[in-house]
């Protein structure tokens, strides 16, 4: 079969405005259609692999090409398989020393036809450095180190249904797949706490300090649902809010089982609350690695990443998304301690929750819609693209938790040399955030802070997950 070809060069410089001599290179971009066909097929170079590598087609405004060039939209290439996506390496290419994207227009641009003629159109090829990832990473958690980057969220699949309906509407994001958003945050020097004036503060546990965090991370755009607990898990998890219950978050988790604890036959454990032994304690407790056949440990195997949960700092520095004391994280001020009009559009909370569901012999049976957890993605996101981190649930955070945190310049409250102990203080109780479905607002704000005993387990509490971002 015949085909057309013409080079339409775009070898976008990586992640780095500096270029360093290993700094990954993409050249020699070649876009082509089959006569009669529809698949259109993209070859590239790529020096200085390997590179995650992501993918977009520009259109010119004028038809002589002289225009300016723009982009037909992430949700009309994000079908696009191959050489992209994805970590590529050496291994990757042909005998030629190409990669090779494929792409099916007809089946993400409804309406649309790429034309090749007179320079029309341009493929757009760019490599990310491995220390600079790009903003999206889905993870498979039905595929063992299957990791997906995409640029922007109009590149997710499931984006045809629009920016933010690619997140919300796309039920494998909160069942079969992990969605993370990344976080710029290495050397950010941020206040951490709340002003002085902030509605209900207290301000032993939220005096501001100023916080400058490592790295950069990626963090779960939702809460670990029910499902995503089964689908790492082996099994299913008995969660309170069952009904309805597998895109509701995954509650009535204990600290302990996320990171420390199996049960004697390597299973979740989950008979009782269990307190660590000293030997869990000593053998997992962070700067360790969970427990392999811990939830944290079993989601490591799967996906050859280093998930975790995040410490407070970069709980409270995601929740703001950039925002200073006294906003929830979308812009909005903080109003009123019970009933926040800005609250009730960012998450479910008790003056928004249908019911007071609380915990009777039967307030299990409540759907999302009668009361309790709702499910996952149902509000607004924050103005970094992140769910629920107001509401909903609790979410258990890394550290131990001191009422006063001003003294530890943002650092994970746990003394390394002594996993059993927080830096500052004694403590009993690991670090919750966020509030829940069950409190007010002024428990939802992003600087409230609370502690729990780490064999709790609640109906208001749960956990979403970080990980470092960049590859090796």
């Known amino acids: 079969m015949k085909t057309k070809s013409m080079i339409f060069g775009v070898a976008a410089i990586a992640s780095s405005m500096l270029m360093a001599a290993d700094t990954p290179e993409v050249e020699s971009v070649v876009m082509s259609q089959a006569q009669f066909g529809r698949t259109v097929t993209v070859t590239y170079k790529l020096k200085n692999a390997p590179a995650v590598v992501t993918f ?3 259109t010119n405004t004028l038809a002589d090409a002289s225009g300016e060039w723009v982009s037909i939209g992430g949700e009309a290439v994000c079908n696009a398989k ?6 590529v390496t050496e291994a990757d290419a042909d ?11 007809d089946l993400s641009w409804e309406g649309h036809k790429v034309s090749l003629t007179d320079g029309g159109a341009r493929a757009v090829v760019t490599a990310w450095a491995l220390d600079n990832t790009p903003d999206y990473m889905v993870v498979d958690l039905a595929a063992a180190n299957t990791v997906r980057y995409y640029p922007a969220v109009d590149f997710l699949p499931g984006s045809e ?8 509407n796309n039920p494998s994001y909160k069942t079969s797949k992990l969605l993370m958003r990344k976080i710029m945050a290495s050397g950010v020097e941020w206040t951490m706490g709340s002003a002085s004036g902030e509605t209900q503060r207290t301000d032993a546990r939220e005096a501001p300090h100023v916080v400058s965090l490592t790295n950069n991370y990626y963090i779960g755009v939702y809460e670990i649902t029910q499902e995503q607990w089964a689908n790492i898990a082996g099994r299913a998890r008995a969660a309170y809010y069952v009904t309805d219950g597998a895109m509701r978050p995954m509650e009535k988790v204990t600290y302990n089982e996320i990171r420390l604890l199996v049960d004697a036959e390597g299973h979740q454990n989950t008979t009782s609350g269990m ?9 997992y407790s962070w700067p360790k690695d969970p427990n392999p056949k811990s939830y944290l440990g079993l989601l490591r195997a799967k996906t050859g990443l280093d998930f975790d949960l995040p410490s407070e700092a970069q709980w409270e520095f995601a929740a703001r998304a950039g925002y200073g004391s006294g906003f929830w994280g979308d812009g909005s001020v903080i109003n009123n301690a ?3 009009d800005n609250l009730s559009k960012l998450s479910r909370y008790k003056a928004n929750s249908p019911n007071d569901a609380t915990e009777t012999w039967n307030s299990y049976l409540l759907t999302p819609a ?6 996952v993605g149902s509000h607004k996101p924050n103005a970094w693209g992140l769910y629920d981190v107001y509401g909903n649930i609790y979410e258990w955070c890394l550290d131990w938790f001191v009422e006063s945190i001003s ?3 943002g650092k994970i409250n746990i003394n390394p040399n002594s996993p059993s102990s927080p830096l500052s203080s004694t403590s009993t109780k690991r670090v919750i955030r966020g509030g829940s479905w069950g409190h007010y607002a002024s428990d939802c704000r992003p600087a409230f802070r609370n502690g729990l005993p780490p064999t709790d387990c609640h109906s208001i509490l749960g956990f979403r997950v970080v990980c470092t971002a960049g590859l090796k």
């Open 82 to 87: 191959g050489a992209v996506w994805r970590k």
């Open 407 to 409: 003294n530890n310049e």
């Open 338 to 340: 019970n009933s926040d």
């Open 370 to 375: 009668e009361g309790g957890t709702d499910i």
């Open 275 to 283: 307190g660590a032994t000293e030997e869990d304690i000593a053998n």
């Open 95 to 105: 005998s030629e020393v190409k990669y090779t994207i494929t792409w099916r227009p």
């Open 161 to 168: 249904m629009g920016q933010e309906g690619a997140v919300t």
């Open 56 to 58: 977009d087609v520009e």
